[in-house]
């Protein structure tokens, strides 16, 4: 097939065929429609399918942490996914921002983004790693980092307000973040980063040249 792309799973080739690409919309996000069929795994070719796809998506996510105090930084902001499913539709996240990729490097990005978010510095930059956020719908790609900041720093409202943000800084115990896991942190970035926190704390501070606060 033209413009095919094959993978080898065992035996069986995947590969999928691009039939049509269009541009639905180009708003705040750009999303794309397409009309494709791919491999089959009994063999052969599955039926024709239509999806669509936002495009364009990179993102860098900031999970902020004060070894010394034991303290980890968080802010929240009103967040529209949540309206109808959540009241009031506001998320504690980790400090996070697009990241165009072409101009700027994540690392970049992350440094910048906390901030104009918190009003501190990261002293260190510790990457986690990259997923995919919903391949089902989208390419959005998350960049995930540790920082290692002074907490006092952080505080008050921030956003740039031509990007129509306001953000408020939350400071959590550490104990008191993992306990709110699955309750008021409720988002991908910051349930990954918490639970890699706890797996990797002692090699993180350790890589910090710091000390374990004790549990």
Request: aromatic share 8%; hydrophobic share 45%.
């Amino acid at each position: 097939p033209n413009g095919d792309i094959a993978f080898f799973c065992g035996r069986m080739k995947l590969e999928y065929e691009l039939l049509e690409e269009r541009c639905i919309l180009d708003a705040f996000f750009k999303m794309n429609r397409y009309r494709l069929r791919h491999s089959s795994f009994e063999g052969g070719w599955c039926g024709e399918i239509v999806r669509e796809r936002i495009e364009h998506l990179a993102a860098v996510s900031v999970l902020l942490y004060d070894p010394a105090a034991d303290l980890l930084v968080f802010v929240e902001q009103f967040r529209v996914g949540l309206v109808g499913s959540v009241e009031p539709p506001w998320c504690l996240e980790t400090v996070s921002g697009f990241c165009d990729r072409a101009h700027e490097s994540p690392d970049e990005v992350a440094r910048r983004e906390v901030r104009e978010e918190t009003g501190c510095e990261v002293k260190i930059l510790t990457p986690i790693g990259e997923f995919f956020v919903s391949p089902g719908m989208s390419v959005e790609r998350i960049s995930l980092y540790c920082g290692l900041i002074d907490a006092r720093q952080a505080d008050g409202v921030h956003g740039l307000e031509h990007e129509g943000e306001e953000l408020r800084v939350v400071k959590l115990s550490r104990e008191a973040a993992m306990a709110a896991l699955f309750g008021r942190l409720n988002s991908t970035s910051v349930i990954m980063a918490m639970q890699w926190l706890a797996l990797h704390r002692e090699q993180l501070l350790a890589t910090w040249g710091m000390q374990p606060v004790a549990d």
